[in-house]
């Protein structure tokens, strides 16, 4: 029997060249496991075939749980709160500049764009350069991005600050760079927890942030009231600086035998990814038409102001509770289940939502329903995505399956503010998001969530 040395993402074992094997997981920050894999290519073994797992460094240093967990859910509550209440500057945006609601939904759908297709980029740069630096550089476009969406004075200004800087800045300070954190210093059986308590900060932070922007507006008015979020998001560099993963300190980052290339020509050629990003798509495009659309849909229909603020902050609110729910039980049953259920069950409370005499009472009992499955799916998606293929390519591979969410968030912003100003209705884009989490609900069901198989490594002459 023939028998090496082999390494993957930090484990060492002497193993069998044919047969699969069972290693010591070392970690930490947890007791021993044990953990089955399969043969992965020799140390030092040049011109792998697609798909080797890279080695990501045998005696990496790990940050914390407990710090990563604090510190990247003070930022994803900064970043995703002040975003989840943008909304609530339509009217008074488009009442104040004389501007159409499709030149503001066209400018948040830029906005959601260019998050997701720059969270591609921003994955790769923290994924070879560590999320410490990307935070920073997103910290301070995010400021920049609300001074302009402040004080831009004509509709393209307004979509390069809104759109193409915030977006700019969201793809830097939002989920894919911090579950790139999570991936790297939290062992496997409780990744998916810890996605969940990432993204449960997320929906804090919008329970949180959205009744004070509406306080803010009605106080200081629009502009001040951004100038002010302006200032909050610098908040988010101190707090980057206690995720500065110490391996990435001195530039060198993570040694990875498979290429940036690689990665991506075998996520796309498997169909399980394709799958999970088919169904994310539908995820962007019916949690931003709501966010965005539902304060002016509430208006439109007599209610106050305060009821669509209530309204977001309560989806935010119960969203603690589901995407932490979503964390926990993924790590208990299959993640592609959680995924099914969530978009079908969406589909189900809009349906019913639109049945029912509105009212302040039927609002918030619908926010608090939606809220539970609002950003629940982030934490499976992801996870699916860190189970399948690893974590040496998870921030990038995060976002190619973001960039999809995104697109679906492009369309049901812009498609809302375009349909509304041709029928003076949002009907037609509701019963859209209904169909599409129907479809979503039975995409993710042939998902397969085991590591894929690889080839065998070459053997050494």
């Not at 980052?253 to 990814?273: K, P």
């Amino acid at each position: 029997m023939d028998l090496s040395e082999y390494s993957v993402l930090g484990f060492t074992a002497i193993v069998d060249h044919c047969n699969l094997l069972t290693i010591k997981q070392l970690d930490v920050n947890t007791a021993t496991t044990e953990t089955q894999l399969l043969p992965i290519a020799r140390l030092g073994t040049r011109g792998l075939p697609i798909g080797y797992i890279p080695e990501m460094s045998k005696h990496a240093q790990r940050l914390s749980i407990n710090q990563i967990l604090v510190c990247g859910a003070a930022i994803v509550t900064l970043s995703m709160g002040i975003r989840h209440g943008f909304g609530l500057w339509l009217q008074p945006v488009t009442q104040s500049q004389n501007w159409s609601r499709e030149t503001f939904a066209f400018a948040i759908a830029i906005q959601n764009l260019v998050w997701g297709f720059s969270g591609i980029f921003a994955g790769m740069l923290a994924d070879r350069f560590g999320a410490f630096r990307v935070i920073l550089g997103g910290s301070v476009l995010y400021a920049l991005g609300l001074v302009g969406m402040a004080y831009a004075s004509s509709a393209l200004l307004f979509s390069l600050t809104t759109g193409v800087l915030i977006g700019l800045a969201q793809a830097g300070t939002t989920y894919a760079i911090v579950y790139g954190v999570i991936g790297r210093n939290v062992p496997a059986n409780r990744r998916s927890w810890a996605m969940g308590i990432a993204a449960a900060a997320g929906s804090f932070g919008q329970f949180l942030m959205v009744p004070t922007e509406g306080l803010l507006i009605s106080n200081l008015g629009w502009q001040q009231a951004l100038v002010v979020l302006a200032f909050a998001s610098l908040m988010m560099m101190p707090l980057a600086a206690w995720l500065r993963e110490p391996h990435f300190r001195d530039g060198a980052g993570h040694f990875r035998e498979q290429s940036i290339m690689q990665a991506v020509r075998e996520a796309f050629r498997y169909r399980s990814f394709q799958l999970l990003t088919a169904g994310y798509f539908v995820c962007g495009f019916q949690v931003v038409f709501i966010g965005v659309h539902m304060p002016s849909y509430l208006k439109d229909h007599g209610l106050s102001p305060q009821v669509a603020s209530y309204s977001l902050a309560l989806i935010g609110l119960f969203n603690v509770f589901g995407t932490y729910a979503a964390g926990v039980l993924g790590q208990h049953m299959p993640k592609k289940n959680i995924l099914a259920f969530i978009y079908l069950t969406r589909a189900a409370v809009i349906s019913v939502f639109l049945l029912v005499p509105l009212s302040p009472m039927t609002v918030y009992v619908f926010s608090a329903v939606m809220g539970l499955l609002w950003l629940s799916t982030v934490p499976p998606t992801n996870a699916v995505v860190a189970q399948i293929f690893g974590v040496a390519h998870l921030s990038m591979l995060s976002g190619f399956v973001f960039f999809s969410h995104q697109i679906g968030s492009f369309m049901g912003v812009w498609l809302g503010g375009f349909l509304y100003d041709r029928t003076g209705s949002y009907d037609i884009v509701w019963y859209i998001a209904i169909a599409l989490g129907v479809l979503a609900a039975l995409v993710n069901l042939p998902v397969k969530e085991a590591a894929i198989i690889r080839a065998p490594a070459p053997q050494a002459g």
